[in-house]
């Protein structure tokens, strides 16, 4: 009996080092607009694989300019296609790794109930003060927001209303804090499945704007880390694509 019950307590000893061993810790670069869905995903990644993966939220191309001066991300989750394989072209990610991990959808939105419709007329009546969207240099999503207004004629007219968000992050905050009326934001900030939805707001239809796909990218920093390629193969999985559909995202 006490034989028995000294090689179990081994065997306890020898699985609790094996998994300490096996856990690693992964540098990942969200972009802000993936901020929510993240959290979720990094928890449940901990939970499934031991791995801890430790997020810094910011705007894509802010994360791209950080990279090239030697920034300790070992994977970016970018809010675009284009940075990914500019950083693998640049030979600062790993060649064919990168992939749509997500699809974003772009939405106009208010705090405030009735006051943007469902067919986003309140751009060309005009009845708002100030509109809000990210700097289009650095952020997809501001980049679609111009997109929009230029393809409805409506861009030089709205123009002088336009107030920048660094990222799309803070463009949510200008307009939940009502220092913006309305804005231009990600639909997964607006439909957050653990939250009621507040205000107004109108999806934006795909044909105004450049798809906005979603890539990750497995960096250079990150290649000899066994956590950063167990979480770019999580993000393929359906525990992560369940999470990231229940924000609003196409995959």
């Known amino acids: 009996m006490k034989r028995v019950s000294l ?15 096996l856990a690693d810790e992964v540098q990942v670069a969200v972009a802000a607009n993936f901020a929510g869905p993240f959290q979720k995903i990094a928890a449940s990644f901990a939970t499934d694989t ?26 970016l989750l970018a809010a675009d296609d ?21 699809k974003g959808k772009l939405v106009l939105w208010s705090s405030k109930a009735g006051v943007v419709d469902d067919k986003g007329e309140v751009l060309s009546k005009g009845g708002f003060a100030r509109l809000a969207l990210a700097n289009p240099k650095l952020a997809p999503y501001g980049a679609a927001g111009v997109e929009t207004l230029k393809a ?16 799309i992050a803070q463009t949510y905050q ?14 997964s900030q607006v439909a957050q499945p653990d939250k009621p939805l507040v205000g107004s707001w109108w999806v934006v239809p795909a044909k105004l704007y450049t798809p906005i796909l979603q890539d990750a990218a497995l960096l250079k920093k990150g290649e000899a880390n066994a956590a950063a390629s167990a979480l770019l193969k999580y993000l393929k999985g359906d525990k992560a694509k369940v999470i990231i559909k229940s924000y609003g995202y196409e995959l």
């Open 50 to 75: 031991g791995h801890k993966a430790v997020a810094i939220t910011g705007s894509t191309g802010k994360f791209y300019t950080q990279i090239k001066e030697g920034a300790p991300f070992e994977v």
């Open 82 to 102: 284009e940075t990914p394989r500019k950083l693998e072209d640049e030979g600062l990610a790993v060649k064919g790794q990168h992939f749509t991990y997500a």
């Open 152 to 167: 409805l004629g409506l861009y030089d007219a709205v123009a002088p209303k336009i107030v920048q968000g660094d990222n």
């Open 7 to 21: 090689n179990a307590l081994m065997l306890g000893v020898v699985s609790l080092w094996s998994g300490a061993a």
């Open 174 to 187: 200008f307009v939940s804090t009502g220092n913006a009326d309305v804005g231009f934001v990600a639909l």
